[in-house]
């Protein structure tokens, strides 16, 4: 079946720091998301991107379909943004996303 | 922006107990989801439902689950009987059409 795959697994950075977020999938995306969770937290949709660069305040992602890869930019990081960023794709029939396995951010003062 | 709205936001029952967990989805939203995550693990697609039927449906949605939205009100996932191993946290979801999903706050299931 479809895999997303996230990378890195986790994440430590100083507050002020950039942070990049990679995530694969198995096959063509027609759709994408990124997710940001708080440890037993809801689910925040960050961004919709399917394809191309979008932004979002201190978020940049860009999602190259043909590569079966997006990316997710934080800049300038802050505490607040600790916590599991995921991404979702979905590509096949059906209207379903399937999530990665998430990056978990921790960002240090 | 749209909200999705779950309630109960945290269940505590007994296994072999049976629970509904219901789901306002965004007011003109056609699809409607389940998901299931355990604590610190990813989260698993469930079921998908439209046009008041099962689109497609996971292995992890066993024969006590169910599904159904009777007449336009709360989407409701109902698990009967109750296990252990469903303890977990479900997320609901609804999307106009193929495109962004939505999703609610989630409803915490303990199952002692």
């Known amino acids: 079946g479809q895999q997303v795959q996230q990378s890195p697994a986790s994440l430590v950075l100083q507050e002020g720091e950039n942070a990049e977020l990679q995530c694969n999938f198995s096959s063509t995306a027609t759709q994408l998301q990124w997710f940001y969770q708080r440890p037993g937290g809801s689910l925040v949709s960050l961004l919709y991107n399917p394809s191309g660069t979008k932004h979002t305040g201190r978020l940049t992602s860009t999602t190259v379909t043909k590569e079966r890869r997006s990316s997710l930019h934080i800049s300038s990081s802050q505490i607040t943004d600790s916590g599991t960023y995921f991404c979702?794709?979905?590509?096949?029939?059906?209207?379903?996303?399937?999530f990665g396995t998430g990056t978990l951010l921790s960002v240090k003062p | 922006g749209p909200k999705v709205l779950q309630i109960p936001s945290h269940q505590i029952i007994d296994m072999g107990q049976m629970v509904t967990l219901n789901c306002d989805p965004v007011?003109?939203?056609?699809?409607f989801y389940w998901y299931k995550q355990i604590l610190g693990q990813q989260m698993e697609f469930l079921v998908n439902?439209?046009?008041?039927?099962?689109?497609?449906k996971s292995k992890l949605f066993k024969d006590q689950f169910s599904v159904e939205r009777p007449d336009g009100s709360y989407f409701t996932l109902k698990i009967q009987p109750t296990a252990l191993e469903d303890s977990a946290v479900y997320f609901c979801?609804?999307?106009?059409?193929?495109?962004?999903?939505?999703f609610g706050e989630g409803s915490k299931l303990t199952v002692l």
């Open positions: 979801a609804s999307s106009i059409n193929t495109g962004q999903l939505y």
């Open positions: 979702a794709m979905e590509g096949g029939s059906g209207n379903k996303l399937i």
């Open positions: 439902f439209y046009n008041g039927k099962v689109m497609e």
């Open positions: 007011s003109n939203h056609l699809y």
